[in-house]
């Protein structure tokens, strides 16, 4: 077989013609180069057996590595960091028979919300450096996870304010009227609607056919990128009236009490002050973004959409912290939890839904 093999090449050789390895004819692979082995000193008759061996050069393949950004890292370890918290919040309540008021349940559907808008900045880094984020399906997965998310992290606060502000306008029928099974039929209506939110972009509405569409946050389009933005602001302005009217009552109870004055005077200025703290938060958090959500497209500096975007995730961290580890109750659970023992200093008060 091999002397048959160099026959063909002397009479190729002879003839004038190359060996061309691009040819059709040329059964070796073109990504490796192969030598005839003789021993030119052999000069006799005897047929001298040549062997065929492969220069052992590989073909070089041109290998992209996608930089990671720097940007992408903040937002997942914001997104861990989330998870984390809002996880610890969810087992308390889960494990707590004690935590099953209202005021309980809402901070529970705020605290999935928040989980899953943490996963779901794992998983848009998973998807955006370890899969294949040119699929469709793994795009429009990854964002409508993100808008249900925040958008019910969103909703589940303007229900926590509404329901602090009910407990103080309707003090003695509050309990009454405020039963658990309302509650949770609220809490499904906001869960309903933010999934319905979240499937909008498999629905149709993304710009993957029409990039000139695109909003900051691709896939989705500039118009509802800025109808959700005008949504914010108007549940920001929503929430801005109802804590300015917990405010007004607070004062207001404050001068009908003279006999505790000095108490209650004290006790609600710590109390505005709080209000003051967890609007100018959530403000600060989401304002700038929505605010360049309406005003930007897609030919933006992406480096303005994470600017604003990182403030935004950054209020999922803020939100354990105001409405869940604040409380005395839940911080009773934790000690419990962590030591088995509830410290001489901690509040057992039993709290309200208007306390803040």
């Known amino acids: 077989m091999i002397l048959s093999l160099a026959a063909a090449a002397a009479m190729s050789s002879g003839s004038g013609s190359s060996l061309n390895s691009s040819s059709p004819l040329d059964p070796f692979d073109s990504s490796t180069s192969w030598s005839l082995g003789e021993d030119p000193s052999n000069s006799s008759s005897e047929p001298v057996v040549r062997t065929l061996t492969p220069d052992l050069q590989p073909a070089t393949t041109a290998v992209a590595i996608q930089e990671v950004s720097p940007w992408d890292i903040a937002l997942c370890v914001t997104g861990t960091l989330i998870s984390c918290e809002n996880a610890l919040v969810i087992a308390v309540l889960f494990y707590t028979p004690t935590l099953r008021a209202p005021m309980f349940i809402l901070i529970g559907s705020l605290a999935v919300a928040d989980l899953l808008a943490g996963l779901g900045l794992i998983l848009n880094f998973v998807f955006t450096y370890l899969v294949d984020s040119s699929v469709e399906f793994v795009t429009l997965l990854s964002v409508g996870l993100l808008i249900s ?16 502000y009910l407990s103080l306008y309707n003090a003695l029928t509050y309990h009454t009227e405020r039963t658990v099974t309302f509650t949770y039929v609220m809490v499904i209506f906001i869960w309903v609607s933010c999934l319905t939110l979240g499937l909008l972009p498999a629905l149709g509405w993304n ?3 029409d990039e000139s569409t695109c909003s900051i946050c691709r896939p989705v389009t500039k118009n509802n990128a800025v109808a959700l933005a005008v949504t914010f602001l108007l549940v920001f302005a929503l929430m801005m009236q109802l804590y300015l009217q917990i405010c007004k009552i607070a004062f207001r109870h404050a001068q009908q009490i003279a006999v505790q004055h000095q108490f209650v005077a004290i006790s609600t200025t710590k109390g505005v002050s709080t209000l003051s703290a967890i609007l100018c938060a959530f403000g600060a958090c989401w304002l700038p973004f929505a605010m360049y959500s309406i005003v930007a497209d897609s030919s933006y500096p992406v480096i303005y959409t994470y600017a604003t975007v990182l403030p935004a995730t950054c209020c999922s961290v803020i939100n354990p912290i105001i409405y869940a580890f604040r409380n005395p109750d839940i911080q009773k659970s934790l000690w419990m939890a962590c030591c088995g023992c509830v410290p001489s200093n901690l509040s057992l008060r039993p709290r309200t839904s208007s306390d803040v």
């Open 149 to 164: 998310a925040f958008s019910a992290s969103v909703l589940n606060i303007l229900a926590i304010t509404v329901d602090r």
């Open 207 to 209: 710009c993957l056919k």
